[in-house]
């Protein structure tokens, strides 16, 4: 069984900085894409970012040149390093890997979310 848990959401000004984690573990082989979404109230969730085990990103448009993404692949963790933050930010933000475990083949996990709250 696979598990992604998230952590270093929180509550934080506008133009302040926050770094989300997550990690995954189980009986894990490989892991592909490892990407952030996020949901916000009354809002479909919505790709913010992904990176490839190769390290190519993706963003959307309205984090780029704001949030990075990383990983580290020894670890089976992503991170979004999250600057200059906004109120319109505000979400609860998951995680997804695309993961290949010892028992079957690629298969897309969900974490359970970690809240980020930007007060203006």
């Known amino acids: 069984q696979v598990q992604l848990v998230e952590s270093g959401g929180g509550l934080v000004q506008a133009g302040g900085s926050l770094r989300l984690s997550c990690a995954a573990s189980g009986s894990i082989f490989s892991i592909n894409v490892m990407g952030w979404y996020r949901q916000a109230p009354g809002k479909q969730r919505e790709l913010v970012a992904t990176?490839?085990?190769?390290?190519?990103?993706n963003y959307a448009d309205f984090v780029k040149g704001r949030f990075t993404i990383s990983r580290d692949n020894a670890k089976n963790t992503v991170y979004l390093q999250m600057n200059s933050l906004k109120p319109e930010d505000t979400a609860v933000y998951y995680c997804?890997?695309?993961?290949?475990?010892?028992?079957?083949?690629?298969?897309?996990?969900w974490g359970k979310g970690t809240l980020v709250t930007v007060s203006s």
């Open positions: 990176i490839t085990s190769g390290g190519s990103r």
């Open positions: 997804n890997a695309d993961i290949h475990t010892k028992i079957s083949s690629y298969m897309i996990y």
